[in-house]
């Protein structure tokens, strides 16, 4: 009894970790790891409510085919978040001005 | 001020979500006894083993009793990668092949995804052959058919799927699902009837229908999902 | 521990992750200025609402809903089976959002080939 309280109470917290970490971090790459690793966790927590169908599909989508088209998608647009591309000189003014209204 | 506003409207959904669930008892028998048919479960729990000889209930419901759901959702998938084509559809000059991935896999991925593609394949079609025996089914199978091809487009440059047998499989599954529910139609009262004669409990072959259109469902799902990783990976990047 | 604090316990867990995760989705999707973040937001709020939905339909002591010879087995020794309702609507919304996700990533990857950036504060012709 107390021991599946204790997998259950790791298995939440490990999973708002990985939840936290995935919006936290500016690399994009870490983050798409970060969501497959909240899939695997919600397949296991799945698996102890007694849910096996739910549990293969989330592990067979979740997990394999949600990654690879993040990963993907990063391939085709930037890697970190905060990359600045160079604006030209009349926008950046422009910025400026609406910035301090 | 965006930041605090933010936090503040999800400190009150927290607190109207956190009120409303914690009245709702966790663990507690809400069905009653699937003898005495009182709720839509109880029904379902009760009709399955008897009416329709399947094991698995989740089938049942997701086949059967909302099988005009399940039509929805396989419609849903192909709307989806029907516009994952469509939106990232490029012109291409003439004479010039889509470019794969440059450089070579390496050698243990090469080997590796050689041995295990076959197990890969033979697993995703028992998923969706004994879904109405065991957990699974033709969504489940169909992502593993669809992962399993997508291990050897990656170890290798030259494995292409032509979308051509794509387009054939996708089309020739949806009009099987889309026919034998017509058939349903003309033979018993409603669409999706299930009008082939059910076997006995944990036979492969029981349940009428029910494996039948999971199985068409399983190519359906197995073709547009391969599809979809076939238009990602091909798009050539930084034009 | 008697089975009272157990069962606060167990709800107390997976109520709040379930609600957390939502939380969580939710600030990434309002406050993060990457699209691809806030696909990800998207994609974290799918699966906090499907925690959410398996865990309402959850029985004590309850087993699985499949009918195999362990199954009736089960059965025959009294054993309740677990509400198959909310499975089989969790079993159709994965899906789906998969499919949600796919094609918010291709719009993503559109937006990025035509402005060259991919962050929303830098897209000139959205200022206002």
């Known amino acids: ?101 | 001020m965006k930041k605090v506003l933010v936090i503040l409207m999800l400190a009150v959904i927290a607190y109207t979500l956190g009120t409303s669930f914690s009245t709702i008892k966790f663990g507690e028998n809400r069905i009653g006894d699937p003898k005495e048919e009182k709720t839509v479960a109880a029904f379902y729990l009760n009709r399955t083993p008897s009416e329709l000889s399947v094991a698995n209930v989740i089938t049942a419901i997701v086949v059967n009793y909302r099988g005009f759901d399940t039509l929805g959702e396989v419609s849903v998938l192909f709307l989806a990668a029907t516009g994952l084509g469509s939106i990232l559809y490029r012109r291409r000059k003439k004479g010039e092949h889509p470019e794969v991935i440059t450089k070579p896999a390496s050698q243990l991925l090469q080997s590796g995804s050689k041995l295990i593609y076959p197990a890969i394949l033979v697993l995703g079609a028992y998923v969706f052959i004994h879904g109405h025996l065991t957990p699974g089914g033709g969504f489940q199978g169909g992502a593993i058919i669809a992962t399993g091809l997508l291990l050897m487009m990656m170890a290798y440059k030259d494995f292409e799927i032509r979308h051509n047998v794509l387009t054939w499989v996708e089309s020739i599954a949806g009009i099987t699902f889309v026919s034998l529910g017509l058939t349903g139609l003309i033979y018993g009262k409603t669409f999706l009837e299930n009008f082939l004669p059910t076997g006995n409990l944990n036979d492969v072959v029981s349940g009428g229908i029910i494996p039948i259109i999971y199985i068409a469902v399983g190519f359906k799902v197995a073709a547009e999902l391969a599809g979809v990783l076939e238009t990602l990976l091909s798009n050539k990047e930084n034009d | 521990m008697s089975s009272i604090d157990y069962n606060q316990i167990m709800s107390i867990g997976i109520y709040g992750s379930a609600i957390g995760l939502i939380l969580i989705g939710l600030y990434a999707v309002l406050l993060k200025k990457h699209l691809t973040k806030i696909v990800i937001g998207l994609s974290i709020i799918d699966a906090g609402i499907h925690l959410l939905f398996v865990a309402i339909g959850y029985i004590d002591n309850g087993t699985a809903p499949i009918f195999s010879p362990k199954g009736l087995e089960m059965m025959a020794q009294g054993k309740t089976m677990v509400d198959p309702v909310p499975q089989a609507l969790v079993l159709t919304a994965i899906v789906i959002g998969f499919g949600v996700t796919a094609v918010a990533l291709s719009l993503v990857i559109r937006l990025y080939r035509h402005n060259k950036t991919a962050r929303i504060d830098q897209i000139k012709s959205l200022k206002w």
Do not use: C, W
């Open chain 1, 1 to 101: 009894m107390i021991f599946s309280l204790i997998i259950i109470i790791v298995l939440v917290l490990l999973l708002l970790a990985a939840a936290i970490y995935a919006v936290m971090q500016k690399d994009l790459l870490y983050a798409t790891i970060a969501t497959g690793v909240i899939s695997l966790i919600l397949s296991i927590i799945f698996f102890i409510l007694q849910a096996p169908d739910v549990a293969l599909t989330e592990a067979a989508i979740g997990i394999a085919l949600t990654t690879i088209i993040f990963v993907f998608a990063i391939r085709h647009t930037s890697r970190r978040e905060d990359e600045v591309t160079i604006l030209e000189e009349s926008d950046a003014q422009e910025m400026d001005n609406k910035e301090s209204v």
